[in-house]
T-cell receptor
Framework: EAQVTQNPRYLITVTGKKLTVTCSQN?????MSWYRQDPGLGLRQIYY???????DKGDVPEGYKVSRKEKRNFPLILESPSPNQTSLYFC????????????FGEGSRLTVL | AQSVTQLGSHVSVSEGALVLLRCNYS??????LFWYVQYPNQGLQLLLK??????LVKGINGFEAEFKKSETSFHLTKPSAHMSDAAEYFC??????????????FGRGTQLTVWP
């Protein structure tokens, strides 16, 4: 089954404790991206990757890191999480960049205390 | 950078009534435009997209949207609402070219409620 898989789906952590949210897709998509969703703000793009080893900042990259060492994986790293990073995070992928359909994961709800 | 405005954070309609969800974007250059739907506790699903082929775009579940360059608008419509249409809808716009080809901007969303 074609899908975008995120882990963990739910996480409660404390300020400053490094964490990684993994994202994996099995559709051989070149484009992958991360978004955060906050009430009343819609979705905001954090980082995106047009292909392996190519990553670029989105609208709200501060406090986040990403890497794209292989096509299927695009992990989101929070080196020192802070409470303002409490949010619902979505990973998405597409075969043809933004000309194609974005397939979204089910989301990862992160709470930073 | 693009700015996407969705007028009305909440829209309520009766079942069978017309659905109209409004979206305006800021750039004068025709970008890629999308409408996504999000059902509770799920990720987003593409309803339709505009990629400069035709100004009237038909999507899934009976939805369609019309791109109007002069008004920088991309409003979503459905002639007859169904209870199953109740969800949150997001308009999204890309830069569509150059070094920011992968940038995607979302509106703040419109929650659609359908009354029986």
């Amino acid at each position: 089954e074609a899908q975008v898989t995120q882990n963990p789906r739910y996480l409660i952590t404390v300020t400053g404790k490094k964490l990684t949210v993994t994202c994996s897709q099995n559709m051989n998509h070149e484009y992958m991206s991360w978004y955060r969703q906050d009430p009343g703000l819609g979705l905001r793009q954090i980082y995106y990757s047009m292909n392996v080893e190519v990553t670029d900042k989105g609208d709200v990259p501060e406090g986040y890191k990403v890497s794209r060492k292989e096509k299927r994986n695009f992990p989101l790293i929070l080196e020192s999480p802070s409470p303002n990073q409490t949010s619902l995070y979505f990973c998405a992928s597409s075969l043809e960049g933004l000309a194609g359909e974005l397939f979204f994961g089910e989301g990862s709800r992160l709470t930073v205390l | 950078a693009q700015s996407v405005t969705q007028l009305g954070s909440h829209v309520s309609v009766s079942e069978g009534a017309l659905v109209l969800l409004r979206c305006n974007y800021s750039s004068s250059v025709p970008p890629y435009l999308f409408w996504y739907v999000q059902y509770p506790n799920q990720g987003l699903q593409l309803l339709l997209k505009y990629t400069s082929a035709a100004t009237l775009v038909k999507g899934i579940n009976g939805f369609e949207a019309e791109f109007k360059k002069s008004e920088t608008s991309f409003h979503l419509t459905k002639p007859s609402a169904h209870m199953s249409d109740a969800a949150e809808y997001f308009c999204a716009v890309s830069e569509g070219r150059g070094s920011t080809l992968g940038r995607l901007y979302f509106g703040r969303g419109t929650q659609l409620t359908v009354w029986p």
